[in-house]
């Protein structure tokens, strides 16, 4: 099992940035596919950026040009930099992490995009 922590949620300006962060409990290279998912109120979880080991990306279409997903193995740490932020974007945004082939869920950081 993995433990996973993230920040860098708050709020923001329409048009505005944020960089979340999610520092694992286990070392970096030990873990597979990482991700980044949010739950907006009232709609269900849905992923919004992936990264595998070998850092292939994938994005959600909303996100696509706006959100930037990375990782950093030698400091246990994703990273999602998102730019142009709208209303829409408003969530609580969650790590997630695959060991061994088991998912591990990080609390969640809330995101509010308000003018």
């Known amino acids: 099992q993995v433990q996973l922590v993230e920040s860098g949620g708050g709020l923001v300006q329409p048009g505005g940035s944020l960089r979340l962060s999610c520092v694992a409990s286990r070392s970096g290279s030990s873990l597979n596919r990482m991700g980044w998912y949010r739950q907006a109120p009232g709609k269900q979880r849905e992923l919004v950026a992936v990264?595998?080991?070998?850092?292939?990306?994938n994005y959600a279409d909303s996100v696509k040009g706006r959100f930037t997903i990375s990782r950093d193995n030698t400091k246990n740490t994703l990273y999602l930099q998102m730019n142009s932020l709208k209303p829409e974007d408003t969530a609580v945004y969650y790590c997630?992490?695959?060991?061994?082939?088991?998912?591990?869920w990080g609390q969640g950081t809330q995101v509010t995009v308000s003018s």
């Open positions: 990264i595998s080991s070998r850092g292939i990306v």
């Open positions: 997630n992490a695959d060991f061994r082939g088991l998912d591990s």
